[in-house]
């Protein structure tokens, strides 16, 4: 079900335990809201998984949305994306990497944009 106000966040994860609390604390400064984050991890084996989960506990609230689908094997970048897109609610899908860091207007600069 699409959510008009919302926007997600697509963040596959590939033994990222280096870059992706930055990530997602990047993502939590966004101005923006609602957000929906769907981290898609892709069999990692290092310790990202765990972060991840740490991370969803001490953020997630009503105006963002946090879905931590686990691999059990690895599947690759584009299947990965691919499984994450069955729990899309937003109006507009954003596709992150797991080392990016987004200033904190990039969704509200680009949602304006987009309308």
């Known amino acids: 079900m699409v959510n008009r106000d919302c926007v997600t966040i697509?963040?596959?994860v590939y033994n990222g335990e280096?870059?992706?609390l930055n990530?997602?604390?990047s993502i939590v400064r966004q101005t923006y809201r609602p957000i929906?984050?769907?981290i898609g991890?892709?069999?990692s084996s290092d310790h990202s998984v765990q972060l991840c989960r740490?991370?969803?506990a001490l953020h997630e609230s009503e105006d963002l949305q946090i879905i931590h689908l686990i691999r059990e094997h690895n599947v690759g970048l584009s299947q990965n994306i691919a499984n994450m897109r069955t729990e899309i609610q937003g109006k507009y899908v954003f596709?992150?990497?797991q080392d990016d860091i987004w200033l904190e207007h990039k969704v509200e600069k680009q949602v304006?944009?987009?309308?």
């Open 41 to 43: 991890d892709d069999a």
């Open 23 to 25: 990530m997602l604390d």
């Open 10 to 12: 697509l963040l596959p």
């Open 54 to 56: 740490q991370w969803k």
């Open 36 to 38: 929906q984050v769907i």
């Open 112 to 115: 304006a944009y987009l309308e």
């Open 95 to 97: 596709l992150a990497d």
């Open 18 to 20: 280096k870059f992706i």
